[in-house]
C-alpha cells in the first residue's frame, strides 16, 4: 500500500509542479491526489473505521486553515475595494532610484507582515507603474518586491502561508517567531537591497508623463478610505493577540474581526444607493477572493496527510536525519527545494515528518523551517506565490529574473541562514 501511495503522491506532486507546461490549473491536480490517495488508503486498509476518524482529524486541521485565510483575504479586498492602500502609497516619494528601492523594499517587507507576500507584492507592482516610466526599472524594483515580500512574510504568523500553517498547528508562538526569524529576515533584504542600490547609484526617478489612476475617479472619501484601512490592519494584526488572550484558534479571531469590519462597512455605507455601494460590500470581496489557491491548499494538505498517518513522512524523516544528519542542513535543503517545487507542500509535508512531542513548540527546527521556507522561495521566480503573481503583472522572464535577482535573493537567504544559526548558538 505505501508503494502505491507514493507513486500516487510523486505523480500529483509532478502534475502540481509542471503546472505551466501542462496548462493544467494545480488546484484540479491537488484535489484529484487527494481524492485518489485517501481512496487506496481507505481500501487497503484493515480498520475503515479508524481511516474516517483520521480523515476527520485532517479536515479539521484544514478546515482551520482554510477559514484563516478567507477571512484575510476577504479583508484585503475590501480595504483594496476602498483604494485604502493609497494610505500608503501616496507618502512614497522620492527623486533618487537607490532611496526609493530602499523605501519600496522596506515598505513591503514590513506591509507583507501585516497582509501577506501575495496581495503586498500586487499593491507595489501596481504603484511601481506609477512611479516608474522605464520598465527595466520596474523589473529590478518587482523583483525586489518579490524578494522583501517573502522575508517580510517569514518572521510574522499571518504573512505567509507556511508561517500561518505552522502557527496553527502550534508549531510556533506569535512572540517567538517574530523574535527569532526578524533579524534573518531583515538580512535577508537587506543583503539584495544594499547590492542593487549601489548597482542603481546616481541615477534619477524617470516617471510617468500621465499618472491616470487604474481605477479611475476615487469611489470614496478620504475618510472612508482611511477608516476601513486602519480598522481593517487593525483587525488582522489583533488577530494573534486574541489568541493569546482567547487561546482560540486563529481563524475564530479573523472571523470575529470580519463581522466587524462587514457592520462598520453597512454603516459607512447606508445612505448609499446600491449601484454605488455594491463593490464596496463584503459580499462582493467574497467573490473577489482567490478561491483557487483555498481549493489547492485542501487538496494538497489533506493528500499529505494520507502520508502522515501512514507513516510515510516519520520514515522520511529518519533516512534524512540518517542520510544529512544535521536539522540544519535539512531545513536548508528544504528551503532551496522551495523554489523549485511549491512551499506549501513541503512545509505540510514537514509537519508531518516531525512531530510536536520530539520537537516542542519553538523548536529550532520549527522556526528555522519558517525562515528558510519562507524565504527560499525569492531565489527562483516560480518558487512563491509572490514571484508568480510579479512574473504576470510585469511580465518577467524566467531567464532574466535566474541572470539578474536570483544570485541577491540566494546571497540573502544565505545571510540570513548564517545569522540565524549565529543567533540561536549566542542564545542557547
Known sequence: MVTVLVATFVVAYAAIAFEHPLRINKSASALIGAGLLWTIYATLAADHAEVGHQLGESVMGTAQIVFFLMGAMTIVEVIDAHNGFEVITHKIRTTKLPSLMWLVGLVTFFLSATLDNLTTTIVMIS??????????????????????????????????????????????????????????SVASLAVPLAVTAFMLRGRPVIAPTVRADEHGAPNTTEFERKLIFYLGIGILIAVPVFKTLTHLPPFMGVLFGLGILWLVGDLVHRHKEDVHKQHLTLAHALSRIDMGSIVFFVGILLAVATLEHTQVLSALAQWLDDTIGRQDLIVLVIGIASAIVDNVPLVAAAMGMYNLADYPPDHFLWSFLAYCAGTGGSILIIGSAAGVAAMGLERIHFFWYVKRISGLALLGYLAGAGLYLLQHQLMH
Open 127 to 184: 504603484l511601481m507603474r506609477k512611479l516608474l516610466a522605464q520598465h527595466e526599472d520596474r523589473l529590478f524594483f518587482a523583483g525586489i518586491i518579490v524578494i522583501a515580500a517573502n522575508a517580510g512574510g517569514a518572521w510574522s504568523p499571518i504573512g505567509d502561508v507556511t508561517t500561518t500553517m505552522l502557527w496553527i498547528g502550534g508549531q510556533i508562538t506569535t512572540l517567538a517567531i517574530m523574535e527569532s526569524v526578524f533579524l534573518p
